[in-house]
């Protein structure tokens, strides 16, 4: 058999399809095996890991020996990215609808290309700019130390603000111009016709972007690390400093050995991860099925 | 009249809130272009970064950042062109098309920091190479792909489907189809997708960390033979990235010029990552008139 040109260009192609996947899987193996150490090897219970603020990687067996728990940096994580959402959910929706209905000509030239260049600008420089500006603001006019939830949220509500102004933009795009015309032929005012009708019609487009923003916020590391102050405790106001999952990994993972408990569980805080960036996917996903049914 | 003034109001906060995002924006470039303007200059550009004396630069951060970059680039494009010509000309529905689309999915939305941790696992402990480019430029090569599998398939769909009938009836098999018409077709979305997603890429840190290493060792720019360990070229040497330099400056800098080193090596970033969006849209428009000969 002759082994055609077309044969090679399929084979090469489906060929790298099938790399693409395996890497998705080596990741996801290579987490998981990491993650689960601390629970087989080390024997940590899941109940006290996930539900424990407990932690002392490193105590010594005569003070009552190691422990990890990792609520506080779990709660850290979801406060800091819900706040960030709430703050950012509502700008971007009013973002997307100007520019989609309020003004297309200030939107199209002033603000779509401003967002773009909010999404290009990198996260070190995110948190390079919440560290110089946002902190010792904070610090002068709201009190404590600066290094607070508050900044961690702001920080992130600007960064995620495009993912969720440019799925909201897609799915405003999308809808039949004849609905727009209906509803202003019945004699809505433009805000009625965008409350009553646009905005619901757009619902799943928003809120997949509003799950992908969270889902971004909730996986930043460095821009959230440098402003957050990264003190192990629940934070009891928005103006105190407060860690997450991403932060932890971030300061420590270079400076534990590894195979040591400590280093395993920041492993187990990876998988944490891994595992809740799938379940956003799914929560995606379902939205999207959903939207497609009902149509 | 209730909802007419309801509707101004509305109006009225819908604009307020489109002037809050420019004026962030406008506030965050001025803030770094103004303070970092001031740092900019030959030497800073040149200059390796010091660790306690004052008056480093930033030379060999950017060098490695564009070295990363291009490493990384020559492994993710060929499997990630190949990867969009699939989706985009063999795949049919099935159970490798779905589970590759929830795969780049999935690769698309995880954590940098998780891939650095992979990266850690994989390039740097299994592999024994420790930090090294090649090790950070197989992170990136993991954040890349999605992208690229994806800009490749847009841009492989936008090409008409008139030129790849024609194609086929005179008789050309499907790949010499996608070879000498779908590919030449898609190149302008094509370029401005690589340096799109190069953009997004240089500014990356989290998953450098722990891949790349933040140590920069001194480099010999005359020393061009790649095996030798202070040669720029050497892939399998520590690399301290642009945007790892920033992190690190901020969080852990000793030096007094501190603030000086921060907002020129930010200044630097933005400038750089703001020249590759230019350098996209501008280069897949003028690639596009070429060919179109308008």
């Known amino acids: ?295 | 009249m209730k909802a007419r003034s309801a509707d101004k109001l509305a109006t009225a906060i819908i604009w307020a809130g489109a002037l809050i995002v420019i004026a962030v924006l406008a506030s965050i470039i001025g803030y770094i272009l103004f303070n970092g303007g001031k740092s900019i200059s030959w030497d800073f550009l040149t200059k390796p970064a010091q660790v306690i004396h004052s008056g480093g630069g930033i030379g060999p951060q950017i060098f490695n950042s564009f070295y990363l970059l291009a490493l990384s680039m020559l492994i993710t494009i060929p499997v990630g062109l190949l990867g969009g010509i699939y989706l985009a000309e063999y795949a049919r529905p099935s159970k490798l098309t779905g589970g590759l689309r929830l795969c780049i999915e999935t690769l698309n939305s995880l954590p940098s920091i998780v891939i650095g941790l992979f990266g850690l696992l994989v390039f740097v402990n299994m592999t024994g190479w420790g930090y090294t480019l090649m090790s950070g430029a197989l992170a990136l090569t993991v954040i890349n792909l999605p992208l690229i599998v994806r800009y490749t398939e847009e841009a492989l769909q936008s090409v008409p489907a008139s030129l790849r009938e024609a194609s086929l009836a005179l008789g050309a098999s499907h790949w010499q189809t996608i070879v000498k018409v779908v590919l030449p077709g898609a190149f302008p979305g094509l370029v401005s997708g690589f340096i799109i997603t190069s953009g997004r890429v240089f500014g990356e840190a989290a998953a450098l960390l722990f891949t790349a290493g933040m140590s920069s060792p001194a480099l010999d720019f005359s020393q061009w033979n790649i095996f030798n360990s202070s040669s720029p070229l050497n892939p399998f040497r520590p690399a301290e990235t642009l945007a790892v330099h920033i992190w690190k400056v901020n969080t852990e800098g000793l030096i007094p010029d501190l603030r000086r080193v921060a907002d020129g090596s930010a200044a630097v970033l933005i400038l750089i990552v703001l020249g590759f969006n230019l350098l996209a849209r501008w280069l897949g428009h003028r690639i596009y008139r070429h060919m179109t000969a308008t």
């Open chain 1, 1 to 295: 058999m002759k082994i055609t040109s077309d044969t090679t260009g399929r084979v090469l192609s489906t060929g790298a399809a099938l790399v693409t996947i395996l890497l998705t899987l080596a990741i996801i193996v290579f987490i998981a095996t990491k993650g689960l150490s601390t629970f087989i090897i080390n024997g940590v219970p899941v109940k006290d890991f996930l539900f424990s603020t407990n932690w002392f990687p490193d105590r010594p067996l005569e003070e009552g020996g190691p422990q990890v728990g990792v609520l506080a940096f779990m709660l850290g994580s979801i406060i800091v990215s819900l706040l960030a959402v709430l703050v950012s959910a509502p700008l971007s929706v009013a973002c997307a609808v100007f520019i989609r209905e309020i003004a297309p000509f200030w939107g199209q030239r002033v603000l779509q290309p401003a967002i773009e260049i909010l999404a290009g600008i990198p996260s070190v420089v995110y948190g390079y700019i919440g560290l110089s500006l946002l902190v010792p603001f904070i610090r002068e006019h709201l009190g404590g130390l600066g290094f607070s939830v508050l900044a961690g949220f702001l920080v992130l509500s600007v960064m995620i603000l495009p993912t969720i102004v440019s799925m909201s933009v897609d799915s405003l795009r999308a809808l039949p111009q004849e609905w727009k015309e209906a509803a202003y032929a019945l004699g809505s005012t433009r805000w009625q016709t965008i409350r009553i009708v646009l905005l619901p019609a757009a619902r799943s487009g928003i809120i997949t972007g509003v799950v992908l923003g969270l889902a971004r916020a909730f996986g930043e590391a460095l821009a959230v690390q440098m402003v957050i102050g990264n003190t192990r405790k629940i934070p009891g106001s928005i103006l105190d400093p407060v860690i997450t999952l991403t932060s932890a990994i971030t300061m420590d993972m270079g400076n534990t050995p590894m195979g040591s408990l400590w280093s395993n569980s920041l492993w187990s805080m990876g998988l944490l991860l891994l595992f809740i960036s799938c379940l956003f996917i799914l929560v995606v996903r379902f939205v999207v099925q959903r939207s497609e049914m009902s149509q």
